[in-house]
Structure formats: C-alpha cells, structure tokens
C-alpha cells in the first residue's frame, strides 16, 4: 500500500564462522589457548545469526541487534579490526543491492549491523498507527532513534574503517537519510498538533521546519550516489508540500488577526509551493499526490474567497512575497543516539542487559600494540639517540687520527725498526679470525641470502602478474559489463603495493652491498698483509734510522703518546658502554609490567576496551630508565671535545718537535698509517656484513609471507573463475532476447554471478593482512631489532626506501 513516508530496507548477508577466524587467530596471536574461551566463541556465532535474521519490524529485533553491536564494540579492545572473518554483505539503496561487498573488517561488520539497528527503528516507526496521537508520538522517537543511530554511524563508526566504506554509506547518504528521518519525525508532530487543534501559528512553524529539513535531505540525496531518483522526488515534492502548509496555516493566522492583504499573499505563495510540488507528479507515489491534491483544493478554495472578500470590503493592499515576513520555525526533533549504542559497553556485565562481555580474559590486542609501542619507542631512544650519538663520537675521533696521520707518524719515531706492538695485535686479530676468508665467507653467505630472498619475492611476483593476465584475458573475452568483478589490482591493492616496497629494499640493499664490496676491494692487499706473516709486513713498513731526539722532541713524543692512550681508553670504555646498553635492552621485559597496567586500566574502566593509548603515561614512566644514560651524553661530548683539542694541541707540538725528518721516516709513517687504517676498515666492513646477513634473513620473513598470500590469493582467484565464468554464461543464457546489459545484472543470473565472486575475497582480504604494519615486521627499521638500518629512516612505523639502506 502507497504512503506518505518511507523506511529503510535492511542490509543482507550470509552466514559466517565468525568464531573460527576467533579461534585461528588466538591460537596464533596468543599464549592463551582457544578451548579457554569455547562457550565465547559459541556465543558469538549465536549472536550474529540472531541479529543478522532480526529483519522484521519488532521490538525483539531491537535487542538482538544492539546486543550483537555492543560485543562487537567491546571485542574491538581484544582484537584487529582484520581478524581473518570476511563479512558479506548486499547494499540496502542504490543501484547495485545484488552486488555484494565482502571486507575482513569488524568495523565494517558493526556498520552494517548498526544501519540494519537503524533500518529496524524506520520500519517500526512506519508500522505505527499514525492516526492516533499515541501512534504519531511513537513513529516519530522510532524516527529520532534511526537518524541517531545513522549519525552514531557516520561520526563514529565509518570513519574508523580504515577502508572504503560501502556506497551506500558515503558520507552524502548518510546525510540525506538523517535528514529525512527527522522530516518524517517533525511531521509526525505537525500532524499530531492539526490532530490536537494547535493554533495556526504554531503550526505553520513546525511545517516550516519539516520543509526545511526535506529540503536539506534533497540536497544531499542529489549529491549521492545511491539515493535513488524516486527518493529524490519524493523529497522535493514533500519540501514544496510543507512550505505549501507553512503559508496556509500562516495565512489562517492572519485571517484570524485581520491581516487580510496578508492573508491574500500567503494564499498565493502557499498554491505557487503547490503548484511547485505537482511538477513531480509523474515521480511520486499516489498518497503523496492525493496529500497535495487536497491541500491544493483548500488553499484555492480559501484563495477565492479571500480576495474576493478583500476586493469588495476590506481593499487592503496585498504585499509582494518579498515584504512577507520570514516564518518562524518550531524544531520539535533531534537525532537521538541510544545509550545501548553510544555507550553499549556500559550494558555489558555480569548482570548487565546484553550479558557479560565475551573474551573479557584474554589479554587484550591493545597491550599488544602497547607492548610493540614500546618496544618501538625504546628501541629508537637507545639506538638513534643514545648509540648512534656514541658511535658518531667514535667516528669522530678516527677522522682525526686519520687527518692527523696518527698513531703511523709517532710508531715511525717510537719504533723506527721492526713492527709496532699495536700493529702486531691488530695483525694477530684478524689472523685468528682468518679474517680475509671470513670476509669472503660473510659476502658469499649474503649473497645466497640476498638470491634466495629474491626468488621467493619473484615467485610471488610471478604468481600476482599470471593471474593478473588471466583476469585480463576473461575480462577482455566477456567485456568489462559481463566480467565485472574487481581487478587483480583493485581485489588486492596491498599485495601489489608490496611489490613495489619489497623491490625497493632489494634494490636499496644491492647498493649497500656494492659500497662494501667496493671497500673491500679497496682493502684487500692490506687485508692480505695483515694476515700474512709478520715478515710480509716488515718487509711492507721501512725501516727508519733511530732519530736523536732532544729533551723536547721527547717531551712532545710523551705527551702525545699520553694523549693517544687516554683516547684509546675513553674508546674502550665507550665500547664497553654501549655493550651494557644493548644488555639492558634485552632485558627490558615490558610485558609483566604492562600486564599489571592493564589490569589497573581495566579495574578503573571495567567497561571501556583498552586503547594502546591509554598507557601514553606507563611509556613516559617506564622510558625514564634511560635518562641517565641519555644524560651521560654531554659530558661524554664534553670530554671527547676535550681530549681531541688536546690531541691536536700536541700533534702541532710533536711536529714542530720533529722538523726535519728524513724520507725514510715518512714513509715508515706512511705505510704504517696506511696498515691502521685498512685495521679500522676490517672492522667495520664485519660489522656492516653482519648487519647486511641479519637485514635479508628479516627480509626472508617478508618475502616468504608475500609469497603465500600472493599464492593464496591467485588460487582462490583462480578456483572462483569457473563459477563465476558458469554464471555469466546462465545469466546470459537465460536473459530474454532483447534485455539489456543493465537488466542482466538484475536478474537471476547477475545475481548468481555476483555471489560467485564471494569465494575469492577471503583470500584477497588475507592477502592484505599479510602485509606487515611497518614494511619488514613490527619495529624492522631499528638497528636494536637486527636490521641496523640507520636511522631517520622510519615514516609512519614504515621503512622508507627512498632515504636509502645503510649497514652498520
């Protein structure tokens, strides 16, 4: 049966285990085990089926529905919106209602479910008895209710998705839909105040206000995608109908107060609104037409009569709608968000109306995320600002030993024959580690690393691009309107992005390799004589004659030597310090301590979901365990500073001590120098070797999950062709000679060919969960975590592969 107002249709789904995706991702995200939590995972299933059938107007339905929406609210806190359920749902409006969308998504489950909470109050308030004033007051809180909830959605919930909401809830439709439920809540109060006899005046103002409110509801409605034409029209003639009211009533009113010129005007403004509102009498449906009809038939009867009565008795010039005064306006309504909604947590409890939170044991997803913060946190407060300040020191001193030509130039007049005692331990160092062959063992172990990681990532790639080229092949075999569902690239955006990110660590990363490579070339001869034999290396470093030093070349040899060694020492300790640092490190086990927070946390707010930044303070707090050694960091500068201007102070007097020396000399001093520095490149090319074997085994992990999900993702693509491919053909098949492309897709077939497209999004959406927050894994860009990657290269918890990789 036609009538003046409209509801909202409910949202369709299918059935989902949502408990299995529970249940996987415990047994693989926590300690605890899921049999912990057997009678939670049967609860939840039981309440999805509840709500998600709840698809008649009753007030039972009411319940189901919040009770699921709260559990949903509150699991939030427990888990990641993308636990691995893919929820499917129809749209509800628009065009395309046999289109299903499917995200592994808990926000875009609970949207969902709060637009059917929203759909169940319009349709309970368009069952009402609506000519009774106890049926008007009901349908109109019903109507306050549904454009709360659909507020509550679009501030709350959509924009929390962290993905495409659904078509029909952009931010215009959302809009549209709460304005008019308001317009149908305020008229269902300007009908009670006519059924009541209010006087005219108040009445034309709640009419202006229902006008205004449908006029607002239009213009969003034509800025959308999904409010259809015919809701459109209806809009716009109930617009032009109310102000059509507004100016009847007011016009009754100053017939009442003896306005007549007035009332004329008025009258004619109120049948142009009508006239107005007629215009889409091809769009609307017959009760709102029959409304208009009848207000037009009054206000023409009333016109008639008015001006003849003005014309013979009162001749009260009539004002031009210009000079009329603006009607005042009467909102009686606002989008009214239910506590069960804005507040569900606080209806959960043991005695609480939605029962007792499920999972409320298991360690919440937050302290988690809270404990990975942390440990983020931490990890670039040590290695960026503490390490990486003491290592740049260290690098410091080298450069200038090494401008100065230190310690060659004081061994060559210390010990003009034979072999520095310093040189013969650095000599023996590297013997006993076989140094040249370590080096060369370190490169070829990287570079099978290196291979290998490139494989797995090709293969991967390999997969994405077969299937891409399969899709392609359907899709231009049947035409993109028969082939219609998501691209490879659009069904899986994150796994291609990755080809993209793991391709630039790769390239980054063979750039590094070839800056090592290219200094230990530069080093291999001198590697070479380090570790030969002692008398390859006398036979490298000349001897000098003994020079006659007087009392003050010997004094500046001294002092020199004293500088040196208390360098040498603050290196040592500083070694020995960043040592004991990586230690504590280590043994900063965050977890007990944050357990006991989220206990407290949880006690203080038994009813809110923890939040990672709720523990902002407990980091500070915690986190002040490194004060001291950040504090330690200027007097070590200082210090530092110190000592290099007294260093250079008595270099300047050592070699104006030492005027005059002979060839020999020098180049003893040369070749020396040259054995000291190729000591302090050993070291650091093992380092950087180190670094670069940890940097590709962490890769492996990326490149290995890529793989999977790329494999996944390809197989279900490729198992859901055929069905889809059969549906199409059905559809076509079946599809009367001479229906259109459009009509198709409406029909049985289309909607079958839809459906067949479902079992392919489980794994498009895992394949997205594969991909790591944070580029490599959780906190990958920091040296502490084992990639020594440098720092300033972390952007938004990412590696960043423009900034360049950097080992050691």
């Known amino acids: 049966m036609a009538s003046n107002i409209l509801f909202l249709p409910f949202r369709k789904t299918h059935p989902v285990s949502l408990s299995a995706a529970i249940k996987q991702y415990i047994s693989t995200k926590y300690d605890q085990h899921p049999d912990m939590f057997a009678r939670d995972l049967e609860l939840i299933d039981q309440l999805r089926s509840a709500a998600i059938l709840a698809v ?61 909470l929203a759909a169940m109050y319009s349709q309970l308030a368009f069952s009402f008895n609506r000519s009774t004033s106890e049926g008007l007051k009901a349908a109109s809180n019903y109507f306050c209710l549904s454009a709360g909830v659909i507020s509550h959605l679009k501030t709350e919930i959509v924009p929390e998705m962290r993905s495409t909401p659904p078509e029909d809830m952009d931010e215009m439709t959302l809009e549209s839909l709460e304005h008019l439920l308001l317009a149908q809540a305020q008229e269902c109060f300007w009908q009670k105040a006519v059924k009541d006899g209010l006087k005219d005046a108040s009445i034309a103002k709640l009419a202006a206000k229902v006008s205004d409110l449908y006029s607002v509801a239009g213009d969003f409605g034509i800025k959308s995608d999904t409010i259809s034409s015919e809701w459109i029209h209806h809009m716009t003639a109930k617009h032009h109908h109310f102000a059509a009211a507004a100016q009847y009533r007011a016009a009754c009113d100053c017939l009442e107060k003896r306005k007549y010129g007035e009332e004329v005007a008025r009258l004619r403004d109120s049948l142009a609104c009508v006239d107005e509102a007629l215009k889409e009498t091809r769009y609307i449906n017959k009760a709102v037409l029959s409304d208009l009809n009848g207000l037009k038939h009054k206000v023409q009867e009333d016109l008639k009569r008015a001006e003849k009565d003005n014309d013979l008795i009162y001749l009260i010039p009539v004002p031009p709608k210009s000079e009329l005064k603006t009607l005042d306006r009467a909102s009686m309504v606002a989008a009214k968000v239910p506590k069960e909604v804005s507040d569900s947590s606080s209806m959960l409890g043991d005695h609480g109306e939605f029962g007792r939170p499920l999972f409320a044991k298991l360690v919440p997803y937050s302290v988690h995320v809270a404990a990975s913060i942390y440990a983020d946190r931490r990890d670039r407060l040590v290695n960026h600002t503490i390490i990486d300040e003491l290592e740049g020191l260290t690098n410091k001193i080298h450069e200038l030993l090494q401008s100065l030509h230190l310690p060659g130039s004081l061994q060559a007049l210390e010990k003009p024959l034979g072999l520095p005692l310093t040189l013969i331990d650095h000599a023996e160092e590297i013997r006993q580690q076989d140094g040249i062959n370590r080096l060369q063992r370190s490169t070829a172990d990287t570079e099978k690393l290196k291979l290998s990681d490139h494989a797995v990532y090709q293969e991967g790639v390999q997969l994405l691009r077969s299937e891409e080229a399969a899709d392609d092949q359907l899709r231009l075999k049947y035409g993109t309107q028969r082939w219609s569902r998501p691209t490879s690239k659009d069904a899986s955006p994150k796994l291609y992005k990755q080809i993209a990110e793991i391709d630039g660590y790769l390239k980054q990363a063979e750039a590094t390799d070839k800056l090592i490579k290219a200094k230990m070339r530069e080093n291999e001869s001198l590697l070479r004589l380090l ?134 000399t020098r180049q003893r001093e040369e070749a020396l120098q040259k054995l000291s520095a190729a000591y302090t490149k050993y070291k650091e090319i093992i380092a950087n070797l180190d670094t670069g074997r940890v940097f590709y085994n962490d890769l492996a992990k990326l490149a290995s999950r890529f793989a999977d999900d790329a494999r996944a993702f390809a197989h279900a693509r490729r198992d859901a062709a055929p069905r889809a491919r059969a549906a199409r053909e059905r559809g076509q098949g079946a599809r009367p000679a001479g229906l259109g492309a459009a009509a198709a897709r409406a029909a049985p077939g289309g909607h079958a060919g839809a459906r067949a497209d479902e079992g392919e999004r489980a794994a498009v959406e895992r394949g997205g969960a594969g991909d790591c927050a944070g580029g490599l894994a959780p906190g990958y860009a920091d040296p502490v975590n084992g990639l020594g990657l440098g720092q300033g290269r972390v952007k938004d918890g990412r590696w960043d592969p423009g900034s360049g990789v950097r080992f050691g």
């Open 56 to 116: 008649e107007p009753h007030v039972t339905g009411i319940r189901k529905i919040q009770a699921y929406a709260a559990q949903l609210v509150w699991m939030g806190g427990k888990f990641p919106i993308d636990i691995g359920a893919d929820f499917t749902w129809y749209p509800a409006l628009g065009y395309n209602t046999a289109r299903p969308m499917s995200q592994n998504n808990l926000r875009f489950e609970l949207a969902n479910i709060l637009y059917n």
């Open 531 to 664: 570790a030969g034999s002692d008398r390859d290396l006398e036979d490298f470093v000349p001897s000098s004659r003994r020079p006659t030093m007087t009392a003050r070349t010997e004094r500046e040899v001294n002092n020199l030597r004293a500088c040196l060694n208390d360098l040498s020492r603050l290196e040592s300790r500083r070694k020995r310090k960043i040592d004991a640092l990586r230690q504590k490190v280590k043994a900063d086990d965050v977890t007990p301590d944050l357990l006991r927070e989220a206990a407290r946390l949880e006690r203080e707010w038994p009813m809110q979901p923890l939040q990672a930044a709720q523990f902002e303070d407990f980091f500070d707090a915690r986190l002040r365990r490194y004060d001291a050694d950040v504090a330690a960091l200027a007097p070590e500068r200082e210090e530092q500073a110190r000592l290099l201007t007294r260093l250079a102070d008595a270099n300047a007097a050592f070699s104006a001590a030492r005027v005059g020396s002979d060839s020999a």
